[in-house]
């Protein structure tokens, strides 16, 4: 129980009482920072390492709207090298939380109990972001083609320069070696 309650907790940190925003008229707006240094639970499938930033709270005729900037760390693989790394992300967020619910105006809403659930929202920002190519550092320089180990922890001195073998022929990138059979 202790760890499912952990998680509920995790999560419970990303919903907003918006409630008292509701019994405002439309123009009434609320600043909320938000500062979870720690890492959060957003999903099943994503963890924060970090979350801070301010959102400005909007009442409108449709609900609430949501907007600001977040500064996102998250764990990410290298695309190149395929090294675990954290990546900061700015994240610039305008969203709607209709009251009552209603898919037609928002995808997000606000529940019975007046409040906002931002999790759906940073999933959807976040994940967007990953789908980007990112690399850990700019001047990776990814994997071996011949050997699959990361380049960036080689020595120089330790890599095998491609050139002629033994046999006088010239060294041939491994992932072309199956045509050169075709050819024999």
Sequence with gaps: MGGARGGYLKRRLLRLKVGF?????????????????QRVQVASDLYLESLTGN??????????????????SHARECDRCLAAFDR??????AELFA???DANISA??????????LAPLLREEVLIEESYRTVCRADCRGLSAETGINLNHEDEGS?????????GGEAIDPRLAILQQLLK
């Design 55 to 72: 959102l400005v709270l909007t009442r409108t005729k449709e609900g609430i709207l949501v907007q600001g900037t977040l500064q996102v």
């Design 88 to 93: 900061a992300i700015e994240l610039s967020v």
């Design 99 to 101: 009251s009552p619910p």
């Design 108 to 117: 997000f809403s606000i529940d019975s109990h007046g409040e906002i659930d």
């Design 21 to 37: 925003l509701l019994t405002e008229g439309p123009g009434n707006s609320k600043d909320v920072p938000i500062c979870l240094p």
């Design 159 to 167: 890599l095998v320069a491609a050139g002629p073998h033994e046999d």
